[in-house]
């Protein structure tokens, strides 16, 4: 996070040397989210040390000097390539994939968009249609969108979503050619991995109980299975990261020790300490010794410890003991 932090600034502080102008023209290649970090980054600095600036400017200097284009024309080189490996047939089958369907500016546009106003532009197509064009927006963005939909249309096209395993280039170009004639057009994307239940799981996680529940059922009714892999995705095991020290603490009260040391044999130092901290000295020195003590253990049975403290994570925020994280929602205070 810190070097995130630090990367934004150095942004910052090089758009401001280079002049509104130049800085006009790099902010027209960013997306939304990147448009608005920068600017909140730009606008916290006042003052900055003349060395800083060089020390910046340097950088970004050395950074571009290092640089090398290997391809004059990267697309004819794919082509060529593939077309050499696979013969003409098979590469272009290839190609269609891989070179169509990038130009996508008018779902581009949608992420400039207020949630509500995509809500009534998209309210009368048909649940596919919505499903395609969510998966290109953020998580959080989809979700309100969602959220602006009536329940009916809101859960066919979260099952959509799930069961979503990408889009054709040539329907792509298509929806995006109707959407480009709607809206005022943009900039190129990348093209992103389309649907799938993580990509559901994402946007349930800021939707909030009162919706998510609903929404689940109604998947679970016409897919039991798809319901339980989107619910799995939903709150991962690093994803106790994001829970407060107090659930942290109220959800250690409820693992046995065996259980845990297991299951953290799988994760990252920082997931261990979070846990180490909202222990007792003691406690946690033990639990260190028992880790370093534990041989190697099979990934299966990692996962299946994670799996049952999930459990009971998923239980005690069902009871509103804990508050997962990142979720948003209609929580309210009475």
């Not at 979503?164 to 190129?188: C, F, H, R, T």
């Amino acid at each position: 996070m810190a070097e995130d932090v630090a990367g934004l600034e150095e942004a910052a502080i090089l758009l401001m040397t280079v002049g509104e102008e130049h800085a006009a023209e790099v902010f027209k290649f960013l997306s939304p989210k990147e448009v608005q970090k920068l600017g909140e980054a730009m606008a916290r600095l006042r003052k900055v040390p003349r060395e800083r600036v060089d020390q910046v400017i340097e950088q970004f200097q050395k950074s571009k000097d290092e640089q090398y284009s290997l391809v004059g024309d990267t697309d004819a080189f794919v082509s060529q390539v593939l077309k050499r490996a696979l013969g003409e047939e098979k590469a272009g089958m290839l190609l269609d994939r891989i070179l169509q369907g990038r130009d996508v500016s008018g779902i581009e546009s949608l992420k400039w968009m207020d949630p509500r106003s995509i809500a009534e532009l998209l309210k009368n197509e048909h649940p596919q249609i919505v499903a395609s064009i969510l998966v290109h927006l953020e998580r959080d963005q989809a979700s309100e969108v969602l959220r602006n939909l009536t329940d009916r249309t809101r859960h066919d096209v979260l099952l959509r979503i799930a069961t979503l395993d990408g889009i054709q280039p040539q329907a792509l170009q298509e929806l995006n050619e109707v959407l480009s004639k709607v809206l005022a057009g943009g900039e190129k994307l990348k093209k992103t991995t389309l649907g799938g239940t993580k990509a559901a799981a994402e946007i349930l996680n800021f939707l909030g109980g009162q919706i998510e529940t609903p929404a689940v059922e109604s998947i679970r009714e016409h897919d039991p299975d798809l319901a339980q892999k989107i619910l799995d995705q939903m709150f991962t095991f690093e994803n106790l990261n994001d829970i407060d020290d107090r659930g942290i603490q109220m959800l250690l009260r409820e693992v046995q020790s065996e259980s845990l040391i297991v299951a953290l044999k799988g994760v990252d130092q920082g997931l261990r300490e979070k846990v180490f901290k909202n222990m007792s000295s003691r406690a946690a020195e033990m639990l260190r010794e028992d880790l370093e003590a534990k041989g190697p253990v099979r990934l299966s049975e990692v996962e299946a410890e994670q799996r049952e403290i999930l459990k009971v994570v998923r239980r005690l925020a069902d009871e509103g003991q804990i508050q997962l994280g990142g979720k948003g929602g209609d929580d309210e205070y009475v």
